[in-house]
């Protein structure tokens, strides 16, 4: 007994230690073609556009709301600055945005409820791939 003690303790704390190093969020990653996902992302998403960080705040102890001023949009007619929700970590599947940094944004909801995370195509906004198929389906839109 004496000797499966120490086992026990060692083995309880090794889970412990693991449990709190596993993510909360995580993401399945689509092994389809980039213009496969660009448009299932953008079919999908309420909004897609390409703006300016210019202020992050905390909304509750999850999130934070990100004001984006709107430099060109793909999908949902955004102009001017818009506040986007997110999670406030990668824990809580929040996208790290910086103020002052420039992204395209793939967000969900409704007009004055968007929203985004890390599992989403949002990424800084040189993307020049997304941007060329983002263009054909805005062009492909306009004719419909």
Same mark, same amino acid.
């Given at each position: 007994m004496?000797?499966?003690? @120490?086992?026990?303790s060692?083995?309880?704390l ?7 190093? =596993? @993510? /909360?969020c =995580? !993401?399945v990653m689509?092994?389809a073609?980039l213009?496969?996902q660009?448009?299932?992302a953008?079919?999908?998403a309420?909004a897609?556009? =390409? ?7 905390p909304?509750?102890e999850?999130?934070? *709301?990100?004001?984006i001023r709107v430099?060109k949009s ?5 102009t001017g600055e ?6 406030k970590?990668s824990a809580? !599947?929040? #996208? ?6 420039r992204?395209l944004? #793939?967000?969900?909801g *409704?007009?004055g /409820?968007?929203a985004?995370?890390? !599992? =989403?195509?949002? *990424?800084a906004a040189?993307? @020049?791939a997304d941007?060329? #198929?983002l263009n054909k389906?805005?062009?492909k839109?306009?004719?419909t």
């Amino acid at each position: 007994m004496k000797k499966i003690l @120490p086992v026990l303790s060692i083995v309880f704390l090794f889970f412990f230690a693991a449990a709190e190093k =596993s @993510p /909360a969020c =995580s !993401c399945v990653m689509s092994q389809a073609p980039l213009k496969t996902q660009v448009k299932a992302a953008f079919d999908d998403a309420a909004a897609v556009f =390409s703006g300016e960080v210019v202020e992050i705040v905390p909304k509750n102890e999850y999130e934070v *709301t990100v004001r984006i001023r709107v430099e060109k949009s793909w999908k949902g007619n955004q102009t001017g600055e818009i506040a986007v929700t997110t999670g406030k970590d990668s824990a809580l !599947c929040g #996208y790290n945005f910086e103020t002052g940094g420039r992204y395209l944004v #793939y967000a969900y909801g *409704t007009a004055g /409820a968007l929203a985004t995370n890390n !599992c =989403s195509r949002t *990424t800084a906004a040189n993307a @020049p791939a997304d941007i060329r #198929y983002l263009n054909k389906l805005k062009r492909k839109t306009k004719k419909t």
